[in-house]
């Protein structure tokens, strides 16, 4: 069955905000490494790689569907954050973002019955729970660590560890 114009928007400009996560999350491991914390570079290297495997995920469901692919521009994410807190808040802002405009296409699915669609969903919004707790996390333990370098050096071997782990998964 042939997807509705709307829904068929809505899926390309979640792409679109899949890959502007890639390419932000890229950005940010950039800031880390160029700051010598080389453990949050790396966490974000990894969660750059599994945006770009969301947007693939959606490009597939596209093109399974029958369903023309609609490449749009992507925005340059910013490069300079005032500290990794900052950073990180940002991280999560944007994670809360996507949270919404996956519940706003559910919700037009819905609406316009179109089940397989809403199936679809449910993994990104599954996805979108893990993601935002996971920065929130960072964010609170940032917080704690108030800028001090010895508690900063732990965080980011506790990043490192932890993408690591997700690695071997
Ligand atoms: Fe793609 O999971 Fe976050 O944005």
Same mark, same amino acid.
């Given at each position: 069955?042939?997807?509705?114009?709307? +829904?068929?928007?809505?899926?390309?400009?979640? @792409?679109? $905000?899949? !890959?502007?996560?890639?390419?932000?999350? /890229?950005?940010?491991?950039?800031?880390?490494?160029?700051?010598?914390?080389?453990?949050?570079?790396?966490?974000?290297? #990894?969660?750059?790689?599994?945006?770009? %495997?969301?947007?693939?995920?959606?490009? $597939?469901?596209?093109?399974?569907?029958?369903?023309?692919?609609?490449?749009?521009?992507?925005? +340059?994410?910013? =490069?300079?954050?005032?500290?990794?807190?900052?950073?990180? %808040?940002?991280?999560?802002? *944007?994670?809360?973002?996507?949270?919404?405009?996956? *519940?706003? /296409? @559910?919700? =037009?699915?819905?609406?316009?019955? %179109?089940?397989?669609?809403?199936?679809?969903? !449910?993994? *990104?919004? $599954?996805?979108?729970?893990?993601?935002?707790? /996971?920065?929130?996390?960072?964010?609170?333990? @940032? #917080?704690?660590?108030?800028?001090?370098?010895?508690?900063?050096?732990?965080?980011? $071997?506790?990043?490192?560890?932890?993408?690591?782990?997700?690695?071997?998964?």
């Amino acid at each position: 069955m042939t997807l509705p114009t709307e +829904i068929l928007q809505h899926l390309n400009e979640q @792409l679109n $905000r899949e !890959l502007y996560a890639q390419y932000l999350y /890229l950005v940010m491991a950039s800031y880390f490494y160029e700051k010598d914390l080389p453990g949050f570079g790396h966490f974000f290297l #990894r969660q750059s790689k599994e945006e770009g %495997e969301h947007a693939m995920r959606l490009f $597939r469901y596209l093109m399974e569907k029958g369903a023309s692919f609609q490449p749009l521009p992507i925005e +340059i994410p910013p =490069k300079n954050y005032e500290s990794p807190l900052a950073c990180f %808040e940002m991280a999560y802002e *944007y994670e809360k973002k996507v949270t919404l405009s996956y *519940y706003n /296409l @559910l919700k =037009k699915a819905r609406d316009l019955g %179109e089940y397989d669609v809403e199936e679809f969903l !449910l993994w *990104y919004i $599954r996805e979108q729970r893990e993601e935002e707790s /996971l920065m929130q996390g960072w964010v609170a333990r @940032l #917080r704690l660590a108030n800028g001090e370098g010895p508690a900063l050096l732990l965080l980011d $071997r506790e990043a490192a560890a932890y993408a690591q782990s997700e690695e071997e998964e």
